[in-house]
């Protein structure tokens, strides 16, 4: 095996990336692997990491932070790695500053070599009023959005295919926005505010 991608997606997006990563590349001869990191024990993610020549990680940007479940996998993979040519990847609304690169530290000392960074724009299903990303279910607008990501795809695994060093959110101004946006989500997350909407589970499909 070439490369594994190990994805955590919430709404889809994120798989619907690493389904779109993995083609991209296969169709550049490479052999990959996709798993999601719920279903992964700790034996077989080292035996995947080691048979891998590259090791890819993407997961849904929240408030520039990544999920739980992403940053548990990462913080409990057995280390040190041995040099892994890495990728991350973040899928996101429209902006998460640095969401991609954050935690490149923290793989960094673990023995990966972050060599790609990157941000995909997908839809969202964000639906409040106030929010300046309106939700929409028109097709031809969605269609739209997942048509510019998949060029983005593309680039990016040609970039892996290549070997070529590409970074995304590693300036200053996307440093910054995140620095701004983790510490109110955490915030959020830890205290959530009071909604006014109501959940009706029998009606939940």
């Not at 690493?18 to 999601?36: A, D, P």
Request: proline content about 4%; hydrophobic content about 35%.
């Amino acid at each position: 095996m070439d490369i594994c991608i190990f994805y955590f997606s919430g709404t889809g997006n994120t798989w619907w990336a690493s389904n779109k990563l993995e083609e991209e590349l296969t169709n550049r001869g490479r052999t990959v692997e996709m798993h999601s990191v719920e279903v992964l024990s700790a034996e077989k993610t080292a035996e995947l990491i080691e048979d891998a020549e590259t090791i890819i990680f993407g997961y849904p940007s929240y408030g520039s932070y990544m999920p739980v479940s992403m940053k548990n996998f990462i913080d409990n993979l057995q280390k040190p790695v041995k040099n892994k040519d890495t990728c991350i990847f973040c899928t996101q609304a429209s902006f998460s500053g640095d969401g991609a690169w954050f935690y490149h530290k923290k793989l960094e000392e673990n023995g990966f070599i972050v060599k790609w960074a990157y941000h995909f724009n997908l839809p969202s299903n964000l639906s409040i009023t106030i929010s300046p990303f309106p939700y929409t279910d028109d097709n031809v607008e969605l269609s739209k959005k997942f048509k510019k990501c998949e060029k983005r795809v593309e680039k990016a695994a040609e970039d892996i295919s290549m070997g070529i060093a590409s970074y995304t959110g590693n300036n200053f101004g996307s440093l910054l926005l995140g620095l701004i946006q983790r510490p109110v989500y955490r915030l959020i997350y830890k205290t959530p505010l009071k909604s006014p909407y109501k959940t009706i589970h029998s009606k939940c499909t």
